[in-house]
């Protein structure tokens, strides 16, 4: 959510000075999207994919981006990642470039498919992206960490399973640790549980949400599942096409921690609803 400022007035005694305090400047927006267009060159024409997004996350946030196929979700995902530069507008992460921000690590970066390397165990899979990314590092220490991450998203025991061994689940797991490895600061993810079966995806998102919790990371979520962003997210941007556009942020008031209990929750069916609808709404104006 958006950080507000408060004025807080403090108490005093007769003759004390009890004017309010001053107020505290917000910290920075972790991911600031100003004006951020893309085309693309289809058959020597320009198409618009993404026109005019301007996105604020805050540090420590966990957003999720909903639309129509289409909509631009995983373009902009990309965008934030350094993998597409944006033809107009300006994209930052943690104050820097996106491109900036990778050379740093300071991104991970989890698809929908889990690409691990069937040749490597888990834990060799897990360490894969630090050690390439930081030659420097002592392949000790790299899966010391791996190991450590691996713990986190509960796959201490598989550490010497081959791919070919591993659930869908577990698979994705192993890719979520791969990132978290780099230790960074934002996780963007693109429909990560998308392939897996209902159940799997909830536990999956359970999963994601006691990581997002323990270690504070700002998260971008890409997905089509409505239930799983209101359930994840503090924030969700419903983002439309015609052109293609962020047409509402939707601030989700459910407590936490967050359980199955959530689901039950009147503010859980009430933003739903919403989401919804303006899915809905979203698709009816893509019908010729």
């Known amino acids: 959510m958006n950080a507000r400022v408060m004025n807080v007035k403090v108490a005093g005694t007769a003759g004390s000075d009890s ?5 505290v400047d917000p910290a920075p927006p972790h991911i600031a999207a100003r004006g951020v267009a893309v085309d693309f060159r289809i058959e020597e024409r320009r198409q618009r994919v993404l026109n005019d997004i301007n996105l604020i996350v805050p540090k420590g946030s966990f957003v999720s981006l909903i639309g129509p196929s289409g909509c631009g979700k995983s373009t902009l995902l990309k965008v934030m990642a350094g993998l597409i530069a944006p033809s107009e507008g300006d994209m930052r992460v943690a104050g820097l470039s996106p491109q900036e921000a990778v050379k740093a690590r300071l991104i991970g970066l989890v698809f929908q498919e889990a690409t691990l390397l069937p040749w490597k165990n888990a834990l060799e899979n897990a360490a ?9 590092i002592k392949r000790r220490e790299a899966f010391e960490r791996a190991a450590a991450m691996l713990r986190l998203v509960g796959l201490d025991d598989a550490d010497k399973k081959m791919p070919s061994q591993l659930s869908g689940g577990m698979r994705q797991r192993v890719a979520i640790a791969r990132a978290l490895a780099l230790n960074p600061e934002v996780l963007l ?10 159940i799997t995806r909830e536990e999956m998102s359970e999963c994601l949400l006691d990581i997002w919790e323990r270690t504070g990371k700002t998260v971008v979520l890409v997905t089509h599942s409505i239930d799983e962003a209101v359930f994840l997210s503090r924030e969700v941007h419903v983002m439309g096409t015609g052109p293609a556009r962020i047409i ?10 967050r359980t199955e209990d959530s689901y039950a929750d009147p503010a859980f069916a009430a933003a739903e609803n919403r989401l919804r609808g303006l899915l809905i709404e979203s698709h009816r104006r893509r019908r010729p």
Do not use: K, N, Q, V
């Open 19 to 23: 004017r309010p305090a001053a107020p």
């Open 128 to 136: 894969f992206l630090l050690m390439t990314a930081d030659e420097t």
């Open 189 to 198: 993810m693109d429909e990560p549980f998308g392939a897996l079966d209902a």
């Open 248 to 257: 509402e942020t939707l601030p989700i008031s459910l407590p936490h921690p």
